[in-house]
């Protein structure tokens, strides 16, 4: 007879499985095909983007996923910092394609990810000031107030580390935090601050001349956008996608496809840059 012993030893068995799936095995047997998770950061798709929007937008990526990989790609779309995160280290993801670009480069460092592309045009640190502003040199900086996106914002941490190696760390008193890129246009007109941090591939960025804003300092190039695999992946398979991708944008019809989605072209062999980002903004990896 069925009792409600062996009722509750079944539920059990099955909660059980199903905490399994859902956990760190799931990376190691998907319910069908690869997963590709892609997050755009907070100035990309809103909450309320769906894993199949991601998917339209990315279809000329993913094509080429499939294609070489030869295994059905399903995209994943990843708003929270955390959650892509704790996703590569427990290796619930394949494939990545994310910014902020430190993500990506930790899960190369510390979760056995290896790189495929990045994206041109690389990134950089613009400091704005307002278009009358009487400072012109990055030697007029010096001592001057800083308005910055949030402190653990990865522009900031990128702002900060040109800064450091242009010889000019800021103090705590120097500096103010916003939530938003969006919000240092409003400070600098209303001279809240003298000078502001934002990132070159950022809204506020391609609407300086409406905002009444200029560069006064351009920071070094680094990676944009990079797209990493996971250990299922072979590395012979990781240079062969990066050469499609690279391929794919010199042509006509990819190169417009990839434009609509503000991907420019591919550069492969960034495994070492994306490392050395990390040194430069003085991420270390915890013991």
């Not at 998907?30 to 199949?52: I, K, Q, Y």
């Not at 499939?66 to 290796?91: I, S, T």
């Amino acid at each position: 007879m069925f009792s409600f012993h062996v009722a509750r030893r079944t539920a059990a068995t099955v909660l059980t499985a199903a905490a399994w799936l859902t956990g760190s095995a799931w990376a190691q047997a998907p319910a069908a095909g690869l997963v590709f998770a892609v997050s755009e950061g907070t100035s990309g798709g809103g909450a309320g983007v769906t894993d199949a929007q991601m998917a339209t937008k990315y279809k000329p990526v993913v094509e080429v996923l499939e294609r070489v990989l030869g295994q059905p790609v399903g995209v994943k779309y990843v708003r929270d910092f955390r959650l892509l995160e704790d996703g590569m280290k427990a290796a619930r993801f394949d494939l990545v394609m994310a910014r902020p670009s430190d993500y990506p480069s930790r899960g190369l460092r510390d979760y056995g990810y290896n790189a495929i592309t990045t994206t041109q045009p690389d990134g950089h640190c613009l400091l704005v000031v307002k278009e009358d502003s009487p400072l012109k040199t990055l030697a007029d900086l010096k001592g001057k107030r800083f308005i910055l996106p949030e402190q653990v914002a990865y522009m900031t941490k990128f702002c900060m580390a040109e800064l450091r190696q242009q010889g000019m760390p800021l103090s705590p008193n120097q500096v103010h935090f916003v939530r938003e890129q969006a919000a240092i246009p409003f400070a600098l007109q209303n001279n809240l601050s003298h000078v502001g941090g934002i990132a070159s591939y950022s809204g506020v960025a391609r609407r300086l001349e409406k905002e009444g804003l200029r560069v006064i300092h351009q920071s070094r190039p680094q990676p944009y956008l990079p797209l990493i695999a996971g250990a299922r992946i072979p590395v012979e398979k990781t240079q062969e996608l990066g050469a499609e991708l690279a391929a794919l944008a010199r042509t006509e019809h990819g190169g417009k496809a990839l434009a609509a989605i503000g991907l420019k072209g591919f550069d492969t062999g960034s495994q070492q840059r994306l490392l050395d980002l990390l040194d430069w903004l003085g991420d270390r990896k915890a013991h």
